[in-house]
């Protein structure tokens, strides 16, 4: 599955952004897909993941401000972004698998298909 981030962008403190992550080429109904992000000079850290199934997963530093959905049908998953502080800003990258086992959902590592990354940027 070929995956395109998009809908980042320079927003204030407070304000609100959304994230799309387009897939295609095989079955995205049955990925589990997630989103990830990395700061300068820091490790790519989990911020939250959609299962098949609908079940959402958030990270305790984002969850209340933002959301995740998905759209079989369009093959695309969102990530609504309300409240942003300055420690959100980082390089947003989503990415999808088959086949995460859910104690494994927040690692990286089991993830085998990545986007290019989409920059949000925080100022205070």
């Known amino acids: 599955v070929q995956l395109q981030a998009s809908g980042g962008g320079l927003v204030q403190a407070g304000g609100s952004l959304r994230l799309s992550c387009a897939a295609s080429g095989r079955t995205f109904r049955d990925y589990t897909v997630g989103w990830f992000r990395q700061a300068p000079g820091k490790e790519r850290e989990f911020v939250t993941a959609?299962?098949?199934?609908?079940?959402?997963y958030y990270a305790d530093s984002v969850k209340g401000r933002f959301t995740i959905s998905r759209n079989n049908a369009k093959s695309t998953v969102h990530l609504q972004m309300n409240n942003l502080k300055p420690e959100d800003t980082a390089v947003y990258y989503c990415?999808?698998?088959?086949?995460?086992?859910?104690?494994?959902?927040?690692?990286?590592?089991?993830?085998?298909?990545w986007g290019q990354g989409t920059q949000v940027t925080v100022s205070s």
């Open positions: 959609i299962r098949r199934s609908g079940a959402t």
């Open positions: 990415s999808a698998d088959q086949s995460i086992i859910l104690t494994s959902i927040t690692s990286s590592q089991f993830y085998g298909y």
